[in-house]
């Protein structure tokens, strides 16, 4: 039976999905206050607003953020946009196409599923699967290899000289080739038909790499100074839900993107943090900061990691992901999470230690100039962060008051980005985001500031008499910015008095036969119960100035 079928107490409920939530009042009052204090503060360093779209392409974070990164590799909402349907057709176009030419190459098909229409064919050298599909860099990737897999050991149990074979229309991204390797796959390109390429899309897991897109794609590089960008929004990571990890959160971010790379750009937007952390009352903190070399030092730091974490008594006691990482990228070895690699990784040798000159002399003033800003800071050489974009400067704010996942915001240089996503070349940048999430959870354990929207008046009425004055009178405390609650119906004295109490109001503006029979309003405060009588017209003045700040931090 359909579930609307089905009689209303049985019909399945909807709920969130997991590591998503919803934000109900009075939370979201904070969240508010949070925004726009933050906006205030980073409207102070003159920071303007930038908003990107939520989703890009998938192939802007795997060049930004690197494919070899959790981020990308394994967290990333990635879809084929056109959807299977769309795909079915091309493929099923492109195997009409290409039958022959297959044939011709000694590839004889024995096996074709309409539905997914993957096809198997033999070789002199072994079986092998072809896919006609383009190259993507998605999350589905790597599911499509695993599926081959499991087709292919259904197909031939007893193969075990067997090859798997992907074929690309396209050439395959670093990415993808990585994938497939690494998996044991082949990878070959053949030439196909022409039909618009399909794009992979990728929710936004950060965006850092939409603001340099964005950059790039407006030439911003041809605005005065340096372009100091701020975003509010939701990110998507798939990560394992946890307190303050979820799979859809909300970061405050801030860029700079110009032509200098002063150490003092660096002071100033950490600084800006600090301020924010101070207006949210949050004090238990710890700013940690590092560098990770430039272009010419940090190679050389690389191999020398790479080559330590090869010694067998090294490499023997690292988990998978860091094992295979030894070869791909070893400075995500660094932020390994594992409690049982963490005692190798403490004696590694340190990319603070193997700075070049410039990078060094980069440390050291950014050190200064924190110092003059009286910004406190601990040195933490283990912090490479987990993006593959940074160079120079990294940080991190971390809070005791947050449990397992106690970073609240983190960022750092990335002066090589804007090139290598084809803009142009010599424009540095640096920036940072806080996870909002993790931020109002610290303001509500710090406890100190509680923000609500409280109601200022309700409107009680009686009669029919009274409600024409009622709707107007609402609609003109309202227009004096008052949070005013009209009741839809009416109610009798003592409910709405009770109702008004519930809410929380602190004005009840009394509106009944007497009031309008006397032409006099009764304005009754709640805290105390005082009541007086005033004209219509002393209305306004009556709660001018307006009632205390909504929305605003109370001790
Ligand atoms: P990130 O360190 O990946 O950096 O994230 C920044 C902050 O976002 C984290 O410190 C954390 O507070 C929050 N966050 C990250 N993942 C989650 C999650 N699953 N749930 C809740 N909060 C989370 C970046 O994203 C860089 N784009 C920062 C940056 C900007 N670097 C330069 N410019």
């Not at 099923?92 to 190459?105: A, C, G, Q, R, V």
């Not at 994938?179 to 796959?185: D, P, S």
Request: a neutral charge; proline letters at 6%.
């Amino acid at each position: 039976m359909s579930e609307a079928a089905k009689p209303e107490g049985e019909r399945r409920k909807f709920r969130a999905i997991k590591g998503t939530r919803d934000i109900l009042p009075p939370d979201s009052a904070l969240w508010n206050w949070f925004e726009k204090t933050a906006r205030g503060v980073m409207e102070s360093y003159n920071f303007g607003e930038i908003r990107t779209p939520i989703f890009e392409e998938t192939e802007l974070f795997a060049r930004s953020i690197g494919a070899e990164t959790d981020v990308v590799s394994k967290e990333m909402f990635a879809w084929d946009e056109g959807g299977t349907g769309v795909e079915s057709e091309l493929q099923e176009y492109w195997i009409s196409k290409h039958l022959d030419e297959l044939t011709k190459m000694d590839r004889q098909p024995i096996f074709a599923n309409r539905a997914r229409p993957d096809l198997v064919v033999r070789r002199s050298d072994g079986v092998s699967v072809v896919e006609f599909k383009r190259a993507t860099v998605s999350q589905a990737t790597i599911a499509d290899i695993k599926q081959y897999r499991k087709v292919f050991q259904e197909q031939f149990p007893n193969e075990t000289s067997a090859k798997l074979l992907l074929v690309f229309a396209e050439e395959p991204s670093d990415f993808v080739r990585h994938l497939t390797n690494a998996n044991g796959v082949e990878v070959e390109v053949l030439e196909l038909p022409e039909y618009e390429p399909r794009q992979s899309l990728a929710l936004r897991p950060e965006a850092t790499a939409s603001v340099c897109r964005a950059y790039i794609e407006h030439g911003m590089q041809m605005r005065p100074g340096d372009q100091k960008l701020y975003y509010i929004g939701p990110m998507f990571r798939r990560e394992r839900p946890q307190k303050g990890r979820y799979r859809q959160f909300y970061q405050i971010g801030a860029e700079v993107l110009g032509t200098s790379d002063a150490p003092a750009i660096d002071a100033e937007l950490i600084q800006m943090l600090t301020v924010l952390l101070e207006r949210c009352q949050i004090e238990k903190y710890t700013l940690l900061i590092n560098s990770i070399g430039c272009a010419d030092c940090r190679p050389k730091y690389v191999e020398l990691l790479r080559a330590e974490l090869r010694k067998p008594e090294i490499f023997s006691k690292l988990g998978a992901d860091s094992q295979r990482r030894v070869e791909t990228n070893p400075l995500r070895v660094m932020d390994s999470k594992l409690p049982e690699e963490q005692a190798i990784i403490e004696k590694l040798p340190k990319i603070s230690e193997h700075l070049c000159a410039d990078c060094r002399e980069h440390y050291d003033k950014l050190k200064k100039e924190l110092k003059l800003r009286e910004v406190p800071f601990t040195e933490s050489p283990r912090l490479v962060r987990g993006l593959d974009y940074y160079m120079r400067t990294t940080f991190e704010i971390t809070s005791p008051i947050l449990g397992a996942q106690n970073a609240l915001c983190g960022g750092g240089r990335y002066d090589g980005l804007v090139e290598m996503l084809g803009g142009p070349k010599g424009i540095k940048g640096i920036g940072f985001a806080l996870g909002e999430d993790r931020f109002i959870d610290a303001i509500q354990e710090a406890k100190k500031i509680h923000a609500t929207r409280p109601v200022d008046v309700f409107v009680a009425w009686m009669g029919e008499r009274a409600y024409p004055t009622a709707v107007r009178l609402a609609r003109v405390l309202r227009g004096e910015k008052h949070t005013v609650e009209l009741p839809p119906e009416e109610l009798k004295f003592r409910k709405a008095l009770e109702r008004a109490d519930k809410m929380g109001a602190r004005y009840v503006l009394i509106i009944g036969e007497d009031e309008i029979a006397s032409d006099m309003l009764t304005i009754k405060r709640l805290a105390d119960g005082k009541q007086e009588k005033i004209s219509e017209e002393a209305l306004v003045d009556f709660f001018r100035p307006p009632a205390p700040t909504k929305e605003g931090p109370g001790s």
